[in-house]
């Protein structure tokens, strides 16, 4: 009888990180916050030692081994998160009509974007916190995911349909992701 296929990946917990798990939720707590997500396939499992965090599954589908590729990137994202904030920047740009932003609460307000009297809005997420200044946006967060959402529903409220992007660049753009630059 053929030994069942098994794939097993490793994630190295820091000494100033906690992680805890209840049922199919992970806690990962450090110095810079908390982070709690649910991971909750049946075919993989996951271990959690002093040292390292297992994930591993026994003769995974191609769907299956991707998911543990997956589940091991959301696990390093939430350790590094706990331990220091990730930092996306945007940039704003404008030609014609000078934009006015500001943080109002959990959401950036964008006022006269291409001379429009309504103002257009921008939901923040989670924990991550924004600030302007000058013609950029900071954001920072422990959650990547939360920190990367919210910068790209900042993007997305100030794109214009139905132009030519090579002429009409008036915008607010993503220029740094989780500090290396966009190319």
């Not at 990946?9 to 100033?16: A, D, F, L, T, W």
């Not at 934009?99 to 950036?108: M, N, T």
């Not at 923040?124 to 967060?141: C, H, R, Y």
Request: hydrophobic letters at 35%; a negative charge; proline letters at 5%.
């Amino acid at each position: 009888m053929p030994l069942a296929a098994k794939l097993e990946k490793k994630v190295e917990i820091p000494e100033n990180v906690t992680v805890s798990r209840k049922d199919d939720e992970i806690t990962v707590s450090g110095e810079n916050g908390e982070l709690t997500k649910v991971f909750d396939n049946p075919v993989i499992n996951i271990d959690i030692a002093d040292e390292e965090i297992t994930l591993n599954a026994i003769e995974p589908t191609k769907r299956e081994k991707a998911l543990l590729g997956t589940y091991t990137s959301h696990l390093q994202n939430m350790i590094e998160g706990v331990q220091k904030d990730y930092e996306y920047k945007l940039k704003i740009i404008y030609s014609h009509f000078p934009v006015k932003v500001r943080v109002e609460g959990d959401e950036v307000v964008i006022e006269n974007f291409i001379g429009e009297s309504k103002p257009r809005k921008a939901k923040i997420l989670g924990k991550t916190n924004a600030q302007i200044k000058g013609d950029q946006v900071i954001l920072n967060g422990p959650d990547k995911e939360k920190v990367a959402q919210t910068a790209a529903n900042i993007e997305l409220t100030t794109r214009i349909q139905g132009t030519d992007p090579r002429v009409f660049q008036d915008g607010i753009y993503i220029v740094e992701k989780a500090g290396k630059p966009i190319r």
